[in-house]
């Protein structure tokens, strides 16, 4: 009977493979930013603008004005647009759109009242005519607004020497347009790029999917180094002080099939979910190692004894915090806490109920005594100052959310973008979208943001809207008396017959603009649910004053990624109090008297966070790193307020090291999100052991 | 003037300086300007001049000069001087920058706007779509150093036609 038990663990771990690969669990998984924000109207329009040809561009820029100069950029323009995804974005326009633009011209654009009042219609006729007669280059006249009355349509400035864009005091310069849309496209694109500009020093390039690709490629690098670093680590720490193979196999059989099993549980239950759900999630998994050792190092796995009750209630425990932390409205704690529990739930089953069945090798226990004795410090006083320390580190503690400070740092390519920043104006330009119940009041609202700031690219207000064309009808109703005067000067002035036959002369009807034709006109314009969105660019400075309309949407992932951590960031404080304080009361029930002592091994850590906090803004991912750590430290707590003997310190000290080496060692890391998490984990793994080398023992009930 | 009349202007003069031969100091020309809108045929005559660090555009029939000096664009018609600052008109500015490239036989920068067609020594230049809103086409012939005619037809049925003079 014992034989084929052996294999049940492997046999769990094909099974969940074969579901996870059938169910196509991983498609789910997503690398974007986007994933971490919740469902909604925001993340929609972000998702559906970044597929817009204006949300991925590339800047080209080539020193020098010379000949040389020039005819590199023009060879380096050939050799970028003849690649499948890059198109030069250019100044064309578009054919239907100019020929709305001169149809509903007189209803479309705003009457300048004051330049009508003062009109002199011969006066100005006749200095149109000698215009006309005496240049030397024709004249083009608007047969339907000759006396520029109505208001122009705004055609971005570009600086431009020998037919080409130039950077001022730099050289010349082009735009592309990208088309890459996942990061395997981005990288392939990437590589072309870079092997077509080479390492020229007076070529500069830029695009902002370059931050996707090369900070993937460091994130990437770095975690490789670590990875390395905590795999030497392991291995030496389940070859030397273990040495038990198939346990080691086992082990790591069993956190794949936990891992696999939360990943297909979170996948049924969200369409897409962050990768980062899916890497913090298998990290917490790992604690699971620790009741692996707890059993191992007790001999639960060659006898018959009963549960373990000490890790059972570190599980139950545990499990219960993060049942708590779910409740967040903050999705990427909310799917790793469930992640977590769903995987500490079937690693617990398989460590508690399978491994004894299968029967491992009885651990081999060496005993080194020492005439040291380091148990110097009074678990009560250091819970005193831990408790005085963690209530005093609420007046300096401070937060940082934005994103970016948890990116690497990427300081060769912030460089350039700021050069680039720098020589367009010195400003730095933002997304937005406005968005109306109707296509016609979406392009009313973009009219009153182009009204209110005239620097803003907004196509979109250059299009007939109904409100426009029934205020334009009623001035032009009363202009017929200027077109009547202007059709008779122009005969007397020897214009042909009929040439200004349709100048200010309300005789077109109105017609709705519908999507699928101002599509056609090149201008994007999306439809979510019964809401139609377009989108815009403002320079960031000026952005606040169209920021207050109610129909005005920021497109900064940072800005709302900021916003929804603000205001999630309290109900999280509170389930954190309420996680903390159902863990006092487990804790109450199943240490009693040595509940003292237990509680030290969440305070004490939580206070030297804390001090740390004095030095540092304190990020998510402290934050997340922090919850990781006290989740370890509630089992270590009950598993020494149980028994305090020298094979439970053992038990921890393993359960310590490989935590070290799964968490610990992001302190290696240059950037900062990995390093945020392994600083936290290093604070809680040097401060764990503290407590077991130099805290004095408690006295157990039995 | 509205951005697209700065533009034609400015192509076309890029158009009509491109073709004179680069090496002159001072081109001779005469027009012949055909406008829709009134129905009737111009012609005039005057002489272009590549001084240092400027360019100036004389009209016979009425004196007036246009002067091109980096920043400002100067017009000086009966005594009344008009000056445009370029800084609010890049368009304008670009146009000039063009100029004094074409002058030193940038032909580059007709590649920029027009495809090529050669016939029968007429040259014909097919606007590309930034300008093809504005210009319905363009045809010449010159030899190594003199225009003999050049001809631009505009999308508003205009048409004007150009010869060296000198």
């Known amino acids: ?408 740092n990427n300081v060769k390519l912030k460089k350039t973008e700021k050069f680039f920043i720098e020589h367009f104006n010195a400003h730095k330009y933002i997304s937005f979208a406005i968005k109306a119940n109707s296509i016609d009041d979406l392009i009313e609202n973009a009219k009153i943001v182009q009204r209110t700031v005239n620097a803003v690219q907004l196509p979109l207000s250059d299009l007939l809207s109904k409100n426009t064309y029934e205020h334009n009808k009623e001035i032009l109703q009363d202009m017929k008396s200027i077109h009547n005067t202007l059709v008779a000067e122009a005969k007397q002035l020897g214009f042909k017959e009929g040439y200004f036959d349709s100048a200010y002369y309300p005789n077109k009807k109105y017609i709705s603009c519908t999507l699928d034709k101002i599509k056609a006109y090149g201008m994007d314009v999306v439809k979510i649910k019964d809401t139609y969105y377009t989108y815009g660019k403002i320079d960031k400075d000026i952005y606040e004053k169209i920021a207050s309309y109610n129909f005005v949407k920021s497109l900064s992932l940072k800005e709302h990624f900021e916003k929804y951590m603000k205001e999630s960031i309290n109900k999280l404080f509170v389930l954190g109090a309420l996680a903390l304080l159902v863990i006092i009361v487990l804790l109450f029930f199943i240490t009693k008297n040595t509940m003292g002592y237990a509680l030290l091994f969440l305070l004490f850590p939580l206070s030297i966070v804390g001090i740390y906090a004095y030095f540092t803004a304190i990020n998510i991912l402290h934050i997340f790193m922090m919850f990781v750590i006290l989740a370890i430290s509630i089992d270590y707590a009950i598993y020494l307020s149980k028994k305090n003997d020298a094979l439970t310190k053992r038990a921890i000290g393993y359960s310590l090291i490989s935590t070290f080496a799964g968490f610990g060692v992001l302190i290696f890391s240059k950037i900062n999100a990995l390093f945020s998490m392994g600083i936290v984990a290093t604070i809680g793994i040097v401060s764990i052991f503290i407590l077991l080398i130099f805290v004095k023992g408690v006295k157990h009930e039995s | 003037m509205f951005f697209w009349e700065e533009k034609m202007f400015k192509v076309l003069l890029i158009l009509f300086l491109t073709v004179f031969p680069a090496f002159s100091k001072t081109i001779y020309f005469s027009e012949e300007k055909y406008i829709e809108a009134l129905g009737k045929t111009f012609t005039k005559k005057g002489k272009i001049s590549f001084l240092k660090n400027k360019i100036e555009i004389i009209y016979s029939h009425d004196n007036s000069i246009l002067t091109y000096n980096g920043d400002y664009l100067i017009t000086k018609k009966n005594n009344k001087i008009r000056k445009l600052d370029l800084a609010k008109k890049p368009s304008v500015k670009m146009f000039f920058i063009l100029f004094e490239a074409i002058y030193f036989n940038k032909k580059r920068v007709l590649k920029t706007y027009f495809s090529r067609k050669e016939t029968k020594g007429i040259t014909q230049l097919i606007p590309n779509e930034t300008i093809s809103a504005y210009i319905e086409g363009v045809h010449f012939k010159k030899n190594s150093k003199k225009l003999d005619f050049l001809d631009i037809k505009l999308k508003n049925k205009d048409r004007i036609h150009i010869e060296e003079t000198n």
């Open chain 1, 1 to 408: 009977m014992k034989k084929p038990i052996k294999y049940v663990n492997f046999i769990l771990f094909i099974i969940s493979l074969l579901l996870l690969i059938s169910l196509q669990s991983y498609t789910h998984l997503s690398t974007s930013l986007l994933s971490i924000l919740p469902n909604g109207e925001v993340k929609e329009l972000i998702k559906n603008f970044e597929q817009t040809q204006n949300s991925k561009v590339l800047l080209l820029a080539v020193k020098d004005f010379d000949n040389e100069a020039l005819k590199k950029i023009l060879t380096l323009e050939k050799e970028l647009t003849a690649l499948p995804l890059v198109s030069k974005k250019g100044i064309k326009q578009n054919s239907k759109f100019q020929k709305h633009k001169e149809v509903y011209k007189l209803y479309s654009q705003e009457i300048d009242l004051v330049k009508l009042k003062k009109l002199d219609v011969r006066k100005e006729l006749q200095a149109l005519y000698n215009d006309m007669t005496s240049s030397f280059f024709p004249v083009q006249i608007d047969k339907n607004d000759p006396f520029k009355i109505l208001s122009s349509p705004r055609i971005p400035s570009v600086v431009l020497k020998n037919g080409h864009m130039i950077l001022d005091n730099y050289g010349y310069m082009s735009f592309f347009v990208l088309q890459s849309k996942s990061l395997k496209e981005h990288q392939i694109l990437y590589r072309q790029i870079k092997t077509i500009v080479n390492n020229d020093e007076n070529i500069k390039v830029f695009s902002p999917v370059f931050y996707y690709v090369e900070n993937s490629q460091a994130i990437k690098s770095d975690v490789n180094k670590i990875i390395l670093i905590a795999t030497v680590i392991l291995l030496l720490l389940y070859l030397l002080l273990l040495r038990d193979l198939s346990l080691l196999l086992n082990t790591i059989t069993t956190l794949g099939t936990s891992a696999m099993i939360a990943t297909m549980m979170i996948t049924q239950l969200y369409d897409e979910v962050s990768i980062f759900v899916f890497v913090f999630g298998i990290s917490i998994s790992t604690i699971a190692i620790d009741y692996m050792f707890h059993h191992y190092i007790h001999d639960f796995f060659n006898t018959s004894k009963s549960l373990n009750k000490e890790v059972l209630f570190g599980f139950l425990t545990t499990v219960s915090a993060f049942f708590i932390l779910s409740f967040t409205s903050f999705l990427l704690i909310k799917q790793i806490a469930i992640f977590a529990m769903v995987s500490l739930f079937v690693s617990y089953v398989i460590f508690a109920l399978l491994y004894p069945k299968i029967g491992f090798k009885k651990f081999n226990y060496k005993h080194y005594s020492s005439s040291y004795n380091f148990n110097v410090l009074n678990p009560n006083k250091l819970l005193l100052l831990s408790l005085v320390l963690v209530l005093s580190s609420s007046m300096w503690i401070h937060f940082d959310f934005d994103l970016k400070n948890l990116d690497y």
